[in-house]
């Protein structure tokens, strides 16, 4: 079996697969790279409408995460032409359609298929001037950690599935991840910061480990300063661990150094795999106080400082009970 090699050779491709970025970079000239990023899945939540919107926020995504605009986007759509009502599949459009317009992009095509789950996403093109471009690899030590939207969002959609989670509890995570990381985006375009991923199927943990390792730099976390949605407690408590959440925890076995104070439910949530997360930047410190008001003043969910980047072993992670 012949595998594809991580990266071309292309000078103009700034950011492949290399560093596990959250999307591709390509340069076309000395003002503008193309940002591109793909990403679908089946519903986490049973409302169609709200599905496409987050499944679309989603991939948007990808794109602020490189401190870029969107600007195109295609459609990815899978369904069960003969088991579900079309009608559902013009609802799940019309959630994705309405997110796309609310990020400025252009729906312009898409593909489909028949298939036996329904799934939806998005292919996006955005752009960048390559000197305002982001990547994961540029954290430093003395940095601070700043995430835009609270934890718990993977917890939650199993227990949805469950039928454990109560119809409140529903719209506020449904709104957590309907949110557009667009105010994030511009509110760090303005002040300067040196790294961002977007927190998304490997958790906080283990973005923040990728970004770390890309960095060569490690971090600690604070976890009283890290947001959580409070109705995750309740789904942990009575079982309702992803699959993913439990592989993730395993997988950052080595990677993560917990202090003894930090509970084994808190190690689950930072842990989670999340749907259309929040941003995590990497400021400096001379810069914190502006980015936190700029995000407050975009009204981005959280602007919560979470920790630090430290100039120690290479995508280690030190989690701690106490303050920083």
Known sequence: MHLLPFDSDD??????????????????????????????????????????????????????AMGARPVTALNLVSFPVNKLDMEVLALILAGGSQKIKEAGAVLIGGHSVDDAEPKY???????????????????????????????????????????????????????????????????????????????????????????LAASACSARIEVEAVPVLSSAWACIAQG?????????????????????????????????????????FSVPANKLDSLVAELIAHRTLAAAVIGRVEADEPGKIKVYSQKL
């Open 11 to 64: 000078k103009n491709l700034l950011v492949g697969l290399g560093t596990r970025d959250d999307a591709g970079v390509y340069l076309l000239n000395s003002e503008q790279a193309i940002v591109q990023t793909v990403d679908f899945f089946t519903p986490v939540v049973d409302d169609p409408y709200a599905f496409g919107q987050i499944a679309a926020a989603n991939a948007l995504s990808d794109i602020y």
């Open 121 to 211: 996403g998005l292919a996006v093109t955005g752009v960048v001037h390559p000197a305002k471009l982001w990547t994961n690899k540029g954290a430093r030590g003395g940095d601070y950690l700043v995430l835009t939207k609270p934890l718990g969002i993977g917890i939650i959609t199993t227990g949805i599935k469950r039928g454990i989670v109560a119809p409140a509890d529903i719209a506020e995570v449904t709104a957590v991840m309907t949110a557009l990381n667009r105010g994030a985006c511009e509110a760090a375009q303005e002040v300067g910061v040196n790294a961002c991923t977007d927190i998304t199927g490997f958790g906080l943990l283990g973005h923040l480990h990728e970004m």
């Open 240 to 280: 309702a661990i992803p699959g993913g959440t439990m592989a993730n925890e395993k997988f950052l076995q080595d990677k993560v150094l917990f202090d003894q104070e930090v509970r084994a439910e808190m190690r689950l949530v930072l842990a989670d795999t999340i749907t259309s997360g929040g941003l995590l």
